[in-house]
């Protein structure tokens, strides 16, 4: 006769080990990221480009864990709003990457705006996903940004 305790074991082991599997099947989980701003650089634009900032973070997130991040934003006026398209890599400890994208309208060094997640390595390959991406600027001029969404990979 089993007992209920070595049924509980035995049921807990199975989704656990279908759970990563039902994942990679695609479905979409929650996703957040934090992360804050290590390095800046601006290289100025011309015309309607205000410029490209390259950049670097450190974070914390949902399924990826303490990661390093890098990557690139251009502002371009339209009008009088100022619009930011980005693109950039998230590190984790294991050096499995997460790539994504990022667009909005941003003012003061502050931003609003969606991510979408376009692929990754390791156990993020094939990732994709999407949500909203929100960027603050401290009194110390440090950028933090979080971003709120869902993932499948």
Do not use: C
Request: glycine content about 16%; hydrophobic content about 40%.
């Amino acid at each position: 006769m089993i007992s209920r305790k070595s049924l509980t074991v035995a049921v807990l082991g199975l989704l656990l080990a279908i759970a990563p599997s039902a994942i990679r099947a695609g479905d979409y989980v929650p996703f957040k990221a934090e992360m804050s701003e290590l390095t800046r650089e601006f290289e100025p634009g011309k015309g309607k480009v205000l410029g490209t900032f390259t950049q670097t973070f450190e974070g914390t997130g949902t399924h990826i864990g303490k990661f390093s991040s890098s990557g690139t934003t251009t502002l371009t006026w339209i009008g009088s709003d100022l619009w930011f398209e980005g693109q950039g890599v998230m590190v984790a400890a294991d050096g499995d990457k997460l790539f994504f994208d990022s667009f909005g309208w941003a003012w003061d060094g502050n931003g609003e705006g969606w991510f979408e997640i376009t692929g990754g390595t390791g156990r993020f390959e094939g990732a994709t996903g999407s949500g909203t991406q929100t960027v603050t600027m401290s009194d110390d001029d440090v950028q933090s940004a979080v971003y709120e969404g869902v993932i499948t990979y």
